[in-house]
């Protein structure tokens, strides 16, 4: 069975400090992606993997980055959590950029105060 | 543009059909998704079609694809509470793109 998991359901941080989210996916899967989904404004790409460190600015980067060291796992990283980064975090995979389904993660919500 | 368009919100009572549509803009879009997502959860793959097919059915699903006003939709039959949720629709070629989803509330 298909399986994305992500090292946390719940998250609450302190404005500054530095958030490290986790995804791992057992498909063997290239492609590796990171979302952020707020009320009224669907799935917006943060960043994209096509392979073992290798990186892709999606279209909100700012503020984020990724680290990409094994195949399986995809790091998102807020060097310095602010408020406006509150909110839920999706990480998904597929095996090839776009022309395949995406295999989501159950989420982490993020909250910063 | 790069929006795939699908309205926000939809009630229908339990029982009744849910139609849930969506525009998208590429009209050689490969793939045409649907994905469903629960509260609290990540998005789960419902079901898909070809941008070669006009329709795919799937036990209560039925996708119908219209490819001349880029128009996708998908229908619920006996629409139950467990299918209270949020659906995104997606198109495909060179990379995914999701519509804002559609908040489908069941009525009792």
């Known amino acids: 069975d298909v399986k994305v998991t992500q090292s946390s359901r719940y998250l609450v941080k302190r404005t500054g400090e530095k958030v490290f989210l986790e995804c791992v996916q057992d498909?063997?899967?290239?492609?590796m992606f990171w979302y952020r989904q707020d009320p009224g404004l669907g799935l917006r790409l943060i960043y994209f993997s096509y392979d073992v460190k290798m990186k892709e600015k999606g279209d909100i980067p700012e503020g984020y980055s990724v680290s990409r060291e094994k195949k399986e796992r995809f790091s998102l990283i807020l060097e310095s959590a602010s408020t406006n980064q509150t909110s839920m975090y999706l990480c998904?995979?597929?095996?090839?950029?776009?022309?395949?389904?995406?295999?989501f993660g159950p989420g982490t919500r993020l909250t910063v105060t | 543009g790069e929006d795939v368009e699908q309205s926000l919100f939809l009630s229908v009572r339990e029982g009744d059909s849910s139609v849930i549509n969506c525009t998208y803009t590429?009209?050689?879009?490969?793939?045409l998704y649907w994905y469903k997502q629960e509260p609290g959860a990540g998005l789960q793959l419902l079901t898909y079609i070809f941008s070669n097919m006009d329709m795919k059915q799937d036990q209560r699903l039925t996708v119908l694809l219209n490819k001349k006003d880029k128009h996708l939709s998908l229908r619920i039959a006996d629409t139950q509470t467990g299918d209270s949720a949020i659906y995104f629709c997606a198109e495909t070629k060179d990379k995914i793109i999701f519509g804002k989803g559609t908040r489908l509330h069941i009525l009792p």
């Open positions: 998904a995979s597929s095996s090839s950029p776009g022309r395949t389904e995406q295999y």
């Open positions: 590429d009209s050689s879009s490969t793939y």
């Open positions: 498909m063997d899967h290239e492609n």
